[in-house]
């Protein structure tokens, strides 16, 4: 057969399956590939058939059917897999080619595949993709890094499989080089986790602290989602408490209350770390999953541990109205952390990232698609060196707003002993930020106490580090000075 294909997929699971059908659709030959090749005929007789969809039966058919620039893109398992498939793929390959990993590969792994592949003299592209299965065979966002070269012959084919925004513009662009694309992605990740930990935790103020039932809960949040609050994960939660278990009873009141999670959160958190940018809310939402596996722990200490009934009296629609002020308020505190942690990589990598073009990415297609998105675009825009999107006039006036309700949820849920540590975390960070003066002056006093850390003064220009002999037993040398 003819080398006439424009792309190859190899990993047939749902993701790589869907987005080979989104190709075809959109008038590309895809080769599909897979390491049991029983998927491969499966899929051609199944799914794919009557389509253009070609199947190939070794990486060696698969390569031959591809037209130069060869396209070859991965849908396998983060880690090793992709390792073992690119040095498999690079004997067959000539200088040009392009091999691209639309899995959730960590973006350090990417930054060393693309400097190891173009060592051979073929380009790499790491991409992200969201919006699970609907997304990939409907239009899914597609944030790719990696070789700039590599980005004008795989343009044309990830841009029309994209979801599109109003306007028809694609939530697709190139967003870096090396790992950046994958950074991005773990970003929204990242924030996904936040997002889905604060609207459980307005999930649980309702159920136990309201006594509300999944029926009136699925009415709050329909009409949620015709507000501020729209977005896809909104929609699922109204969705999700509609659904019935076979007897008519809420299926939601039957899962277990164990959260998993795949790693890209964690990876959030671990990088922000490094990079010394306080992603709180995202930490609270990883670690809030942690908790949540603590199954048999929690059992045995809800025998033991006493604290307040967690029933809140009052107005109901009044207090269902703070719930909503506290999830929206603490939505923007998270993405301005968001936004945070990737200037701080764009800094440290040497990236280019274009913020508002995030947002746009973002709008559609993926997880965390809302109407939110396009606020943060237009503050960007406005701006592009906006420092924080707490500042921006319309997230400004937006959490002035929403204040008192924000306050009023988080200590009626600390009264009545209903964690929000989401909720917590993120109005804690906003008066933090809004600080002049914090208690750091305190703590580093003690520092330079028992470590001789040093110290600067208020009343001596910034760089000047001081260290002083506070017990009268100590010496004059300092350790070193700190690092802020």
Not at 21 to 36: C, E, I, P, Q, S
Not at 112 to 123: D, M, P
Not at 316 to 337: G, M, P
Request: charged share 25%.
């Amino acid at each position: 057969m003819e080398p006439n294909a424009d792309i190859a997929l190899i990993g047939l699971a749902v993701m790589g399956q869907n987005l080979i059908l989104n190709m075809n659709d959109h008038g590309n030959t895809v080769v599909a590939f897979n390491r049991t090749i029983s998927k491969v005929d499966e899929f051609l007789a199944k799914e794919a058939k009557g389509t253009n969809v070609i199947g190939a039966h070794s990486i060696e058919e698969m390569v031959s059917l591809l037209k130069r620039p060869r396209r070859v893109m991965l849908m396998v398992k983060a880690g090793k897999p992709v390792d073992e498939f690119i040095d498999h793929l690079l004997p067959l390959l000539e200088p040009g080619d392009i091999i691209i990993d639309g899995g959730n590969s960590l973006f350090e792994d990417t930054n060393r595949r693309a400097k190891y592949v173009e060592s051979k003299g073929l380009l790499y592209i790491g991409t992200g993709v969201s919006g699970g299965e609907e997304g990939a065979r409907h239009g899914p966002s597609i944030m790719p890094g990696g070789s700039p070269a590599a980005w004008p012959h795989v343009k044309p084919i990830f841009q029309a499989i994209a979801a599109k925004v109003d306007d028809g513009t694609p939530c697709c662009d190139w967003v870096g080089e090396n790992g950046a694309g994958h950074y991005v992605k773990m970003v929204h990740n990242g924030i996904e986790y936040g997002d889905m930990q604060l609207i459980c935790e307005a999930y649980h103020l309702m159920k136990d602290g309201l006594g509300m039932t999944a029926d009136e809960m699925h009415q709050v949040f329909a009409e949620w989602n015709k507000g501020d609050l729209d977005s896809f994960l909104i929609e699922i939660t109204a969705n999700i408490l509609a659904y019935k278990d076979a007897d008519g009873q809420p299926l939601v009141d039957r899962i277990l209350d164990t959260a998993g999670q795949k790693g890209t959160g964690k990876w959030t958190v671990i990088n922000s770390a490094d990079l010394g940018i306080p992603i709180t809310l995202i930490a609270e939402a990883v670690y809030s999953r942690c908790v949540s596996a603590l199954k048999d722990d929690r059992v045995a200490a809800s025998k033991k541990l006493r604290g307040p009934k967690p029933k809140i009296p009052g107005d109901r629609a009044k207090f269902i109205e703070n719930i909503r002020q506290a999830l929206y308020a603490s939505k923007i505190v998270s993405y301005a952390q968001g936004y945070l942690l990737m200037r701080a990589a764009a800094k440290e990598y040497n990236w280019n990232l274009n913020y508002g073009g995030i947002a746009l990415m973002w709008r559609g297609g993926c997880i965390i698609r809302s109407r939110f998105l396009g606020e943060i675009k237009r503050a960007f825009d406005k701006n592009p060196k906006l420092s924080n999107l707490m500042l921006d006039k319309f997230f400004a006036k937006a959490i002035k707003q929403c204040q008192r309700g924000w306050r009023n949820a988080v200590a009626t849920a600390a009264k009545k002993g209903i964690p929000v540590p989401a909720f917590s975390t993120a109005l804690a960070f906003y008066d933090g930020f809004r600080s002049e003066r914090l208690p750091a002056n305190l703590l580093q006093a003690q520092r330079d106490y028992f470590g001789a850390h040093t110290y600067e003064r208020v009343d001596k220009p910034r760089g000047e580090f001081f260290h002083t002999n506070w017990t009268g037993r100590g010496g004059t040398t300092a350790s070193g000075t700190y690092t802020v």
